[in-house]
């Protein structure tokens, strides 16, 4: 039986796991750069950070507010939800629906079969069951072209603490979570306590690397504060297109060394404030 106490998983597919918010792969940044991201600038916290990727919820939910912007449906659904109160207990009601008091494999694919005939048009309840889902998948946030979650069984322990906690933080800050491009926010809400943030995801393809770094020359054009984090050091390489227009601009890398892998990773942020 898996106690409902346990933290997150720490496992990898593709990028690390977001596990300060909602457990899922592929634009979490290196461990320890939280901290580095709220101690780039003195009261940093304190302001409305527009996360246009809605890629790190441990940063955007511990500042004042602001908004988190992404185009992934499930993703949006997911934080919907965190941001009801009663989010934890539904999830739980779910887990002991469908699960009883252990994981199990055969009820894992019949739950995955029921959860995608509902995600076209997914109630609050199916998105409960899809991060049963995720739990019992290793948190590995795959879906198939058609929206179909597609994880297979890998247990992990079902924290509900993280959820209670950011529960909490939604409901007595000031939020928007909303599904669109990264380029659709509305800059009639910006003000000088604003942040716009955008981190690159790992990996990207050139074309979109460019439209990222673009679209943020363009936020500092309009005299707007921006802050983008990117994987600048990965394997031995460097992304030369993000350090090049890094050198605009203030920045500061954080590396990472794995003791399990003859690289150093490391993330750049870059800002103008």
């Not at 597609?150 to 509900?160: A, I, M, T, V, W």
């Not at 000031?174 to 009639?188: A, T, V």
Request: aromatic residues 16%.
């Amino acid at each position: 039986m898996q106690n409902l106490s346990y933290a997150f998983g720490t496992e990898e597919t593709g990028g690390s796991l977001n596990r300060y918010f909602l457990p899922y792969a592929g634009q979490q940044l290196l461990e320890g750069s939280k901290k580095t991201f709220f101690g780039l600038k003195s009261g940093l916290s304190d302001s409305y950070i527009y996360d246009l990727k809605l890629s790190t919820g441990e940063v955007l939910y511990e500042c004042r507010g602001g908004m988190g912007i992404t185009k992934e449906p499930h993703i949006f659904h997911l934080h919907d939800l965190i941001r009801m109160p009663y989010a934890e207990s539904l999830i739980l009601e779910e887990f002991k629906t469908n699960f009883k008091k252990a994981w199990n494999p055969r009820k894992f694919y019949r739950l995955r079969r029921e959860v995608n005939s509902e995600l076209k048009n997914p109630s609050r309840r199916t998105i409960a069951k899809l991060y049963c889902l995720l739990a019992c998948s290793g948190f590995r946030y795959k879906f198939d072209k058609y929206g179909n979650f597609k994880g297979e069984y890998f247990p992990h322990p079902l924290s509900l603490e993280a959820i209670r906690v950011n529960n909490k933080k939604l409901i007595n800050s000031d939020f928007i979570i909303q599904l669109g491009k990264f380029d659709s926010l509305n800059e009639n809400l910006l003000t000088k306590k604003s942040v716009v943030y955008l981190n690159v995801p790992f990996p990207t393809p050139s074309h979109l690397k460019m439209e990222y770094l673009e679209y943020m020359d363009y936020i500092g054009s309009k005299g707007y504060k921006f802050l983008l984090s990117a994987r600048l050091l990965s394997r031995g390489l460097v992304d030369k297109k993000v350090l090049s227009w890094s050198k605009n601009y203030s920045s500061k890398v954080v590396s990472q060394f794995k003791e399990d892998s003859l690289y150093t990773s490391s993330d750049i942020f870059i800002f103008n404030f």
